[in-house]
């Protein structure tokens, strides 16, 4: 009897345990993992780690994952489609961002003493000035869920197309228009944005990575919950 009153409660837990890991699991609605849409695109997403800007992981990303609207997933997934027809694939480096992680950026970007990452990702800049040059935002499209950070990859080696510049550098080499990239690396550039373009997405003057669906289904909407 007393076992059995033992197994019950076990079971009772195992039973509550389970169903809190399921609602953790679970996103809010309107939302996929790009992943699950699309098995075969490649995700680095920095923010979740230690190679970005800050030099930590940032607040709010607890897995790598990228997770979008399900508008901008799909039409993802057709930029996706086109794309491997012609032997390359996308790379993500960020995707939906909470606005806690937002807030994390700004926090640094007030401390001018943390300079751990500068000569990678802002050598020429001083951290003041990263607000007023549009690098850092107190809000931003990621935080929508329509906005994605990408680039290009070979399909077959798994290497980055030269884009002439690097992910999250603050300086104009990452600007569309700029006069420090080569002929070959501005139509690596001109290949993303066309593809993307096409399937409704909107490119970012100063940051040749940076894409926001034009039909975001939340458009006033800067969600906080955490990527995991
Ligand atoms: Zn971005």
Not at 29 to 49: H, S, T
Not at 171 to 187: D, L, M, N, R, W
Request: proline share 5%; net charge neutral; glycine share 6%.
């Amino acid at each position: 009897m007393h076992s059995m009153k033992y197994l019950s409660i076990l079971l009772i837990l195992t039973f509550l345990i389970s169903t809190n890991k399921n609602i953790q699991n679970q996103l809010p609605e309107g939302f996929v993992y790009v992943k699950e849409l699309i098995p075969d695109i490649v995700l680095d997403i920095r923010y979740a780690g230690s190679h970005n800007f800050v030099g930590k992981p940032i607040r709010g990303y607890k897995q790598p994952k990228a997770i979008l609207s399900k508008p901008a997933a799909e039409a993802l997934q057709k930029v996706q489609q086109e794309l491997k027809d012609v032997g390359y694939c996308l790379k993500i480096f960020d995707a939906y961002r909470p606005q806690r992680a937002v807030n994390h950026f700004m926090e640094w970007a007030r401390n001018p003493g943390d300079t751990l990452m500068k000569r990678e990702f802002y050598p020429e800049l001083d951290k003041k000035d990263l607000f007023s040059l549009g690098y850092i935002a107190t809000k931003s499209g990621h935080s929508r869920g329509g906005t994605v950070d990408l680039t290009l990859i070979d399909a077959n080696s798994g290497e980055e197309l030269n884009m002439g510049g690097t992910y999250d550098f603050f300086g104009e080499i990452s600007h569309h228009v700029t006069s420090q990239v080569t002929p070959e690396q501005k139509q690596n550039r001109e290949l993303l944005k066309r593809v993307m373009s096409k399937y409704g997405f909107r490119s970012y003057p100063q940051e040749w990575w940076h894409y926001t669906f034009r039909m975001e289904p939340y458009p006033e909407t800067y969600f906080n919950f955490e990527v995991e």
